[in-house]
């Protein structure tokens, strides 16, 4: 397997500085980035989250669902320890797109769940690959990480491809009356951890 082509630069943030590795998928030319801050070498642990793009969430700050939140959270606490990394995965609305994610919203209007609307729009519960996370991580150097995750897949997909998860760390941020529905589906169906 190809290890995707990578270019970096700094990237200030709020949070602190922060590196930007944008990567290029050959297999399927998708561009994904990770933001580390610290030393990524050594046998300690890496504070990670991988997260998928929202763009109503992350960008707009969208109620319906905790995405936003989850991602801010994960870069505050990677600041607070100064050594960590955000992998960014470009597979919006559960890997459907960016115009299906909206179609999906609407059917949710009518009063569908998040995994009926994807699956009456013909796509899968959760269209999302994270072998690609871990493609990522190993090109980096990271091959042992603390997971800041609510999703189990991530974890069973990490592991699956030789990438040590020493442990689960949770992100319980975000809830709000708007998307009590949207946590509760991915906890029900999805088997997320809402603990």
Sequence with gaps: MNKPATVSAKLPTKWGNFSIHALEQSS?????VALAMGDLSGDE???????????TGD??????????????????KIA???????VYLRQEGRGIGLVNKIKAY????QGQD?????????FGADQRSFSVAAEILST??????????????????LQA???EVVERVPLKFGRNPHNEGYLSTKHGKLGHFLE
Excluded: Y
């Design 28 to 32: 399927d030319g998708k561009e994904h």
């Design 45 to 55: 642990p890496l504070l990670v989250r991988v997260h998928s793009e929202c763009l």
């Design 59 to 76: 960008a707009f700050s969208s109620l319906r669902c905790d995405c936003g939140p989850q991602l801010e959270a994960a870069m505050q």
């Design 80 to 86: 607070k320890i100064g050594r960590g990394m955000v």
């Design 106 to 109: 609407a059917l949710q209007d």
């Design 114 to 122: 998040t995994v009926e609307a994807n699956i009456n729009l013909g």
């Design 140 to 157: 980096l150097g990271v091959s042992k990480v603390k997971l800041m995750t609510n999703n189990p897949r991530k974890v069973d997909a």
């Design 161 to 163: 491809a030789n990438i």
